[in-house]
């Protein structure tokens, strides 16, 4: 590996190409924590099978059609009879103008009839409706679009109304199987074991967020010619899921054996808790925004940094983007290292603590293997040259033995779709890192040359690790 580079140790899938369908918000609508977990864990499945050579096509399906639109539309209209000057500016708290279009759509009748029609008419294409439409989906899409920078994601878009058009012929194709049936005047699919059934075409004629996904589904593996379509959403989505892949297992374009491809999964996560152990909500009882989340790390180590005097000498700007490595990767990494089935809590003290299985920790113990490498101020050719590693410490050992199991645990990771497996094979790494820091002098001692080469394999093993779950590491903290 220390030859070879850490490519030489990424493991060999069966698939080629999958899709990961992950983040995913709804447009006019504020990302929530909700949003960032699938952010994060998507991310990270993504980077695993990037790693391992697998073709990603990064999804962000976001919720860009649908009912609500008829009555942004016309309440656009009625805020700005002049669409012009609806700049980005006036509509810029797409929440706030979600709320109130909602309140009128409730209380006034009239409104809401318009807002139907409205509906109809941009599913019609209708240029004017297609433009408020657009410039809606434009604000919003600035709004995630700054989060996911801040985050280092790459995605791409292609949200429901991407799949609108394939629709009808999607469904025709699953009517020629037989599989959708007239039920109380809808059009559904009965899939055994559910009591209800999935309604594909709505009793209006109207398509839903299961026509959309079967079609995006069938897109996936058809057209796209992905192996692998993996979706992830909190757990109260399951059931939705459930049942696309069993319609379209009934329809044969997903084999019935669980250890064939293609195959779809869906990667369920649990809530992010308060410290009131409520759902993560702000005092007003208003869902969380991401940017204030983000913020308020990045801040918390700001201040922890100046608290241990490590400003003096330091640029603010310098200090600043450490702040930020370090705020997002323990943002982060306090979410990744949970079972991601599993609810947990939000305690931003605890996640931004050096000790313990925190992504500080975890940055300490790289920073001073690093640190190391630096100061013998030797280069990984003439340490080769020189000699060869030899691990006759405990410390050694245990340290060696953590590093070559690398491959196998980013290999379970990607096939049981657990970035959790990642994490706690990093913290163990952290560990076996400072107890070898702790207990083997390495500049200056007879197994120098041996010594570093283990730091140097450490180091970029470490790397990798921090890179899959998308955390940037600092040498200076
Ligand atoms: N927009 C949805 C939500 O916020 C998530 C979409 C997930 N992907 C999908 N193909 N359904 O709940």
Not at 5 to 32: C, Q, Y
Request: glycine share 8%; net charge negative; with cysteine.
């Amino acid at each position: 590996m220390l030859r070879d580079g850490i490519g030489s140790w990424a493991p060999t899938l069966s698939v080629k190409r999958a899709v990961v369908d992950f983040s995913s918000p709804n447009i006019a609508k504020e990302m929530h924590v909700g949003h960032l977990r699938s952010t994060i864990i998507g991310d990270t499945l993504a980077r695993m099978l990037e790693f391992s050579n697998v073709e990603v096509l990064r999804r962000n399906h976001v919720g860009d059609w649908g009912t609500q639109f008829g009555m942004l539309i016309e309440y656009l209209f009625d805020t700005f009879p002049d669409l012009e000057d609806a700049n980005d500016q006036a509509i810029g708290d797409l929440e706030a103008f979600y709320k109130a279009s909602k309140k009128r759509f409730d209380s006034d009748s009239s409104f809401k009839e318009r807002a139907q029609q409205a509906v109809v008419r941009l599913q019609g294409g209708e240029e004017k409706y297609r433009k408020a439409w657009k410039q809606i989906c434009d604000v919003s899409r600035k709004g995630y679009e700054q989060v996911y920078e801040r985050l280092g994601i790459c995605l791409e878009e292609k949200g429901e109304s991407f799949y609108n058009p394939y629709i009808p012929m999607v469904l025709d194709l699953l009517n020629e199987k037989g599989l959708v049936e007239e039920n109380e005047g809808a059009r559904v699919i009965f899939i055994e074991g559910k009591k209800l059934p999935l309604i594909v075409t709505k009793r209006d004629g109207g398509f839903n967020y299961a026509s959309s996904d079967l079609t995006a589904l069938w897109y996936r593996l058809n057209e796209e010619k992905a192996e692998w379509v993996i979706y992830v959403t909190d757990k109260a989505q399951r059931d939705h899921f459930d049942m696309i892949f069993s319609a379209a297992t009934r329809a044969g374009w997903l084999p019935a054996e669980d250890n064939k491809y293609p195959k779809a999964d869906h990667v369920a996560f649990g809530l992010v808790l308060g410290e009131d152990g409520k759902r993560f909500r702000t005092r007003s009882t208003e869902v969380v925004r991401l940017v204030d989340l983000l913020d308020k790390a990045k801040a918390g180590y700001k201040d922890k940094l100046v608290e241990r005097g490590k400003d003096t000498g330091r640029t603010n700007e310098e200090l600043e983007q450490i702040a930020e490595a370090v705020g997002y990767g323990a943002v982060k990494y306090a979410d990744l290292k949970n079972n991601r089935l599993t609810d947990y809590t939000f305690i931003y003290e605890q996640m931004l603590d050096d000790k313990g299985d925190n992504a500080v920790y975890l940055l300490y113990a790289y920073a001073r293997i690093s640190s190391i490498i630096k100061k013998s101020g030797r280069e990984i050719e003439e340490l080769e040259k020189d000699g060869s590693l030899e691990l006759t410490q405990d410390a050694e050992r245990v340290l060696g033995l953590h590093l070559i199991r690398f491959p196998e645990v980013v290999e379970e990771a990607c096939s049981k779709l657990l970035p959790s497996l990642l994490c706690k094979y990093i913290y163990g790494l952290s560990e076996a890192s400072t107890k070898f820091y702790d207990d083997c002098p390495v500049i200056g001692s007879a197994a120098e040359t041996s010594r570093l080469l283990l730091c140097k394999a450490t180091e970029i093993v470490m790397k990798q690790c921090f890179h899959l779950p998308g955390i940037t590491p600092v040498t200076k903290m």
